[in-house]
C-alpha cells in the first residue's frame, strides 16, 4: 500500500490557477474579432440545423448509418459550433462559452434528435415501457425484469408522467440525449476546474469529453441518470472535498525538477529507507487534512454527495462498484476529505441488494455471478463479438475502437507531461481503476463502453494537459491547429454515435403500429418483432409477453425462422429495422423479411393481419 501511495501521490498538490503551460496565452492577430461573432458563427449553426432535418434522406442508410446520409447542412451546423467556441475561447466569457458548448452538444450528440422524428434505439422504448408498467400498477411491478430491481430511475419518471399528465413519453426521449449530455458536460467542467485550474482549460476539458464521447449511453436510462450523480460526487470530492497533497517530503520538495541538483535532491528524499516508510505509514493513518474551504460549504457538499451515492444504488446496478472503485483510489491517495463517503455507499449498497433487490438475488443470483472472474469472456462480447457486419458497419466500428486508442494516447501523453513535472497521478489512477468492473460482469457485452464512460471525464482532464504542452510549445500554430482537430473530433463523433443507425433508427409509424398492436393484443398473449432493434415493450410489460425467450436467439437474424417457431407469438411485427438489421449484421439479401413472411403465410401458421406502410402484422392462425 505504501508503494502504491508512493506511486499515486508523487507530488504537489494541482495548482489553485492555471498551470504554466495552461491554454491561456493572449490571442493572436487573426482571432481578434468581434465580440459578437461566435454568437453569430453559433446562432448560423443552429439555423442549418432544420435545413439538415428536412433534407436528409434516411431511406438511402447503408451500413456507414446517419453518416453517410448526413447533409452538407449538417456538416457545417458542425463546422460552425466548433469554429464559435474556439473563437471564444479567446477571451473568454463564461456565459458566453456555456451557450456555445450547449450549441455545441446538439449540433454533435444532438444530431440524430433533430433529423430523426423518433427517438433511436428499441431500448429506449423499453425502458418507457417500464414507466408504463410501475403507472399501470401504482407501485414497482414483480416478475417482468429483473432491472425493475433498481427501479429508481423509472419510478422518478413515473412520478413524472403522472404529475405533468403525460400519456406517453415519445418526445421525451427523443430530446433526453441532448439534456443528458448536457448535464454530464455541466459535471465534467466542474471537475476539470477543481483539477486543472484557470479559466479555459477547464472549457477545453469539456469539449473534448463531448467530442470523445462516441460511447451512446446517454438515451432515456438508469445509467445515463446515474452518470450524472456520479460527475456530482466527483466534482464535490476533487472540489471542496479535495484535501491538500500533503506528505512527510512536502515541505523540502521544490514544484519542479529545473535542473539536474534538484532531480538528484528530489531523489534523495524519496521514501526508501526503513524509517522514511514507517513515517509514510503513520502519515497515511491518521487522515487527510482538512481541505481549505469554509466548514459550512464542506458540511454541505459532503452531505449533497452522501444523498448522490444513496440515490444512485436504487437506481443502476454497476455504477456503484465504478463510484466506489474511484472514491476508493482517492480515499488511499488521501486526497479525499470525508472518506466515510466510501462507508456511506458500502452500506448504502448492501442494504439496497438486500432489501431493495431481494426478488433478483433470490431467483437471479446466478444471472449476475456466473461470469464473475471471465474477463476473456467480458472482452469477447464487448468487442470481438461486435466486429461484424459489412463495409460501412466495419468502418465505424473500428473507428471507435480507433478513437477509444486516440483518446487514451492523448491522455497517457499528458499524463507523462505531469509526472515530468512531479505533480501526482491520481487522475489517471482515477480514470483507469474503472477497468476492475470487468472482473465482475459481462454486462451484456457492455461492460467495456461503461469502463470507457466512468473513466471518460479524466481521460479529457489529461487530454487537455497534453494540449496544454503542445500550446506552450507551438503558441503561433495552437488554436488553428486545435480547432481543425476538434471538427474532425465532432465530425467523428456523429459518424461513430449515427453508425448503426440503418437498423438502429425509429419511424413514428413503427411506434404507433406496435403500439396498437399491444393495445388490442389479448391479456396473456405474446407480441414479437423480426428483429432485435424495433421499439417493443412499449406498455403492457405486465400482461402481454413481448420477450422472445427462445434458445440462441440472440440475435434472432440468424436463424429468424426458426426463432419464430421454437416460441411462436400470438402476433409477430416486422419492421424495416429488421430487413436493414439482417442486410448489414447478418449478410442477408434485401427483402428477406418480406421472404419470411411469404413462408409463415404459406405454410398456413400466420396470416397478414395489417399493413401499414413497410410495417406488417402476422397473427397466429395455427401452432406450428
Known sequence: MTRLISLVERARPEPDGAAPDDVEGGAPTWHRLRPWTPLALAALAVALLPLAAVTVDLDAMGGLGLGGVLPVWGWASIVLAVAACVLEIARPRPVALALLT?????????????????????????????????????????????????????????????????????????????????????????????????????????????????????????????????????????????????????????????????????????????????????????????????????????????????????????????????LLVLVVARRLWGRHLLLVLVLAVTTWFVLGAAEFWVNQLGLATSSVGQVGSSISGGLGDRLVGDVGQLVGKFGRVALAGATWGLALLGAWWRWRQRRELVVLALAAVPVTIVLLQSYGGEVLLRILLYGLPFLAVLGTEALRVLHRRWTSVALPVFAAGMVLLCAAVVVLRGGNDVYLSVRPHDVQVVRETIEAAPAGTSVYTLGDHAPLGIERLADVNQFNTAADCQPIIDDPIRCVLANPPEYLVVLRQGDAEGVVLGGRSPGWTRQAIAEFVAEGWYRIQRVEGDAVVLERTRNP
Open 102 to 326: 450547449g450549441v455545441l452538444i446538439l449540433c454533435t450528440t444532438g444530431m440524430p434528435s433533430v433529423v430523426e422524428p423518433a427517438a433511436r434505439l428499441g431500448i429506449t422504448w423499453l425502458h418507457a415501457g417500464f414507466v408504463d408498467a410501475i403507472t399501470r400498477a401504482g407501485g414497482v411491478p414483480r416478475g417482468i425484469d429483473s432491472r425493475l430491481s433498481w427501479p429508481g430511475f423509472f419510478a422518478q419518471w413515473a412520478w413524472i408522467q403522472d404529475a405533468a399528465g403525460m400519456r406517453q413519453l415519445d418526445t421525451v426521449l427523443r430530446w433526453a440525449p441532448i439534456a443528458i449530455v448536457g448535464a454530464w458536460a455541466a459535471g465534467v467542467f466542474q471537475i476539470a476546474r477543481g483539477l486543472l485550474g484557470g479559466t479555459r482549460a477547464p472549457w477545453v476539458a469539456t469539449w473534448l469529453f463531448c467530442g470523445e464521447n462516441w460511447i451512446e449511453q446517454d438515451y432515456f436510462s438508469p445509467q445515463a441518470t446515474a452518470m450524472i450523480l456520479v460527475l456530482a460526487v466527483l466534482a464535490a470530492a476533487v472540489g471542496p472535498l479535495a484535501a491538500p497533497a500533503t506528505g512527510p517530503r512536502r515541505a523540502a520538495e521544490p514544484r519542479y525538477a529545473s535542473t539536474e541538483a534538484d532531480t538528484v535532491e528530489l531523489a534523495a528524499v524519496r521514501p526508501y529507507r526503513v524509517g522514511a516508510l514507517i513515517d509514510r505509514v503513520r502519515w497515511w493513518l491518521s487522515g487527510p487534512s482538512r481541505p481549505d474551504t469554509d466548514r459550512l460549504d464542506v458540511l454541505i457538499q459532503w452531505g449533497g454527495s452522501a444523498v448522490c451515492l444513496a440515490a444512485l444504488v436504487a437506481a443502476h446496478q454497476l455504477t456503484p462498484f465504478a463510484i466506489g472503485a474511484q
